[in-house]
């Protein structure tokens, strides 16, 4: 009798994952390097500003518009580019384009700082580099767009596939906790550089720190998706879903032209300029983001995250100038803005544990309100007639309202991580970030409106208002989700419980 062997059993899964591990840390350390050269961007460029025009906010102002601007107008445009590209060309583009446009960017700064009684002696190409250092900065922070979404929308997402979704919570929570380290820890590296070196020092570490990392990121980044099978499995879909985008097109294309010449004879009229300029318009990659966008599930919570950003009530140039005027020390200033960022980090760790109870979305809830309860403290700064204790009290509620922010962020990522098709999740994130810059935007045109820091109160009433409007569409959007808000079941055995033991 002739017996069949069966094959021999698979290795075990724990060496797999393992070496998936392994490349999952290459990830976190290429993530790292990227956004320390970000965050040390952007806690330069407004001492560079300052530098260059002294006594004034005006270059720094403006940097800030232009950086805001190219964001909301640009951002959906990066994610179609994106969603037209395979992954090793996107790394291409955005690590030879962010790390580009900072070394330039640098460079600009280097000379500008070197040869300052150009500003006098050469005002032309003064003002010239200074351009040149807002455009590349702004392009650089684009790039930096891009890498954000393929990493954190769209990497994340795929490398968790087939596992328990503790493993996306985990991985969205260690990426924000590398960026929030990094936007606590780079400035005060750039800081100590200034502080005992110059300013052109950090300029000069800006731009070297981007030419070497540039060729590791790339090694990382690259080998992360050689490693990973689930990544090359997604990069050949979006090849299948681009081949099959261009035959629809052309096969639409060519149906269109034979529609038109049809009531070209019949008609024997063109369309009207009108009916061009409105067919351009729809056909535009922008407007096919946003409407992408706009038919999500998630929409409402992404307009509520967005309209977080519409606030003063943040260590940003508005309230740091404001706490100055009210006489706080610079280094108080300095260990609030610490301990805002070690508060932001606790979020990582909290917000899993969270999840894991009561889902997403509920997370989303209950983060957001908590945030909301944590800004009355800042609300009710206003009403003190001591300027100082007023100043301590707004720092503290801001401090103390980043818990629930960062965890709300994280619910509201993951959630459009879960609900978004993978052939979205590349515009609708770029979208999102787009959404971000203009109320970012708004931000810096209500401070150019009401400049006084006297007046600062009316900035903080209007903050807390867009806070309060995001936590009430969030909260109809969960009621519309899950066609409640309480557990009123649950909540009677609570209360019949209470009754019985009392």
Same mark, same amino acid.
């Given at each position: ?41 952007? *806690?330069?460029? !407004?001492?560079?500003? /300052? ?16 950086? $805001? ?9 990066? !994610? ?34 070197? *040869? ?20 590349? !900065? ?34 969205? $929570? ?18 100590? /550089? ?77 369309? $009207?300029?009108?009916?061009? /300029? ?30 977080? *950003? *519409?606030?003063?009530? $943040? ?28 508060? !932001? /980090? ?157």
């Amino acid at each position: 009798m002739n017996i069949e062997l069966s094959p021999p059993p698979p290795a075990p899964t724990h060496l797999q994952e393992e070496e998936k591990q392994a490349f999952i840390i290459r990830l976190y350390v290429a993530h790292f390097l990227s956004r320390w050269g970000a965050r040390m961007w952007e *806690f330069s460029v !407004g001492l560079y500003m /300052i530098k260059l025009w002294p006594n004034s906010l005006l270059f720094a102002a403006i940097y800030g518009v232009v950086e $805001s601007s190219s964001t909301a107008l640009f951002g959906p445009t990066v !994610g179609q580019l994106l969603d037209n590209y395979t992954y090793v060309k996107v790394l291409r583009l955005w690590l030879i384009t962010q790390n580009l446009s900072f070394i330039l960017a640098g460079g600009s700064v280097i000379a500008l700082l070197t *040869f300052s009684d150009w500003r006098f002696t050469n005002f032309t190409l003064f003002i010239s580099l200074v351009i040149l250092t807002n455009v590349s !900065g702004a392009l650089g922070v684009l790039s930096t767009l891009a890498g954000t979404i393929l990493v954190e929308r769209e990497w994340v997402v795929v490398i968790s596939e087939g596992h328990p979704p503790e493993k996306l919570t985990k991985m969205n $929570s260690v990426i924000r906790r590398i960026d929030l380290s990094c936007k606590l820890l780079a400035p005060v590296a750039t800081g100590f /550089i200034i502080s005992f070196v110059s300013l052109k020092a950090s300029a000069t570490t800006l731009a070297l720190w981007t030419t070497l990392t540039v060729w590791v990121e790339y090694w990382l980044f690259t080998s992360v998706y050689q490693g990973i099978p689930a990544l090359q499995r997604s990069s050949q879909r979006r090849l299948a879903r681009l081949q099959t985008k261009s035959d629809l097109e052309e096969e639409n294309t060519s149906t269109l032209h034979e529609q038109k010449s049809l009531i070209s004879n019949d008609q024997g009229c063109k369309p $009207s300029p009108r009916n061009k /300029i409105i067919n351009w318009v729809s056909k535009a990659p922008i407007v096919s983001a946003w409407k992408a966008y706009i038919m999500q599930d998630v929409a409402l919570a992404g307009v509520s995250l967005a309209l977080l *950003f *519409f606030t003063v009530l $943040s260590f940003g140039t508005l309230m740091t100038a404001t706490l100055e005027w009210q006489g706080i020390p610079t280094y108080a200033i300095g260990i609030a803005r610490g301990l805002n960022a070690v508060v !932001g /980090i606790a979020a990582t760790v909290v917000y899993p544990f969270l999840q894991s109870r009561i889902t997403s979305i509920r997370t989303g809830l209950w983060s957001i309100w908590s945030q909301w309860i944590c800004l009355l403290v800042c609300v009710g700064s206003i009403w003190m007639q001591n300027k100082s204790l007023s100043a301590y009290m707004l720092m503290a509620g801001v401090i103390l309202s980043r818990l629930g922010l960062w965890m709300f962020d994280l619910a509201v990522i993951q959630e459009m991580q879960d609900r978004v098709s993978e052939s979205d999740r590349c515009v609708v994130g770029a979208v999102q970030n787009s959404l971000q810059s203009i109320m970012d935007l708004l931000t810096y045109v209500m401070g150019i409106i009401i400049s006084n820091p006297m007046d600062f109160w009316k900035l903080n009433l209007m903050s807390f208002f867009a806070v309060t409007l995001a936590a009430m569409i969030y909260t109809y959007h969960l009621f519309r989700v899950r066609k409640h808000l309480i557990h009123y079941e649950k909540l009677a055995v609570v209360v019949q419980s209470y009754m019985r033991a009392s």
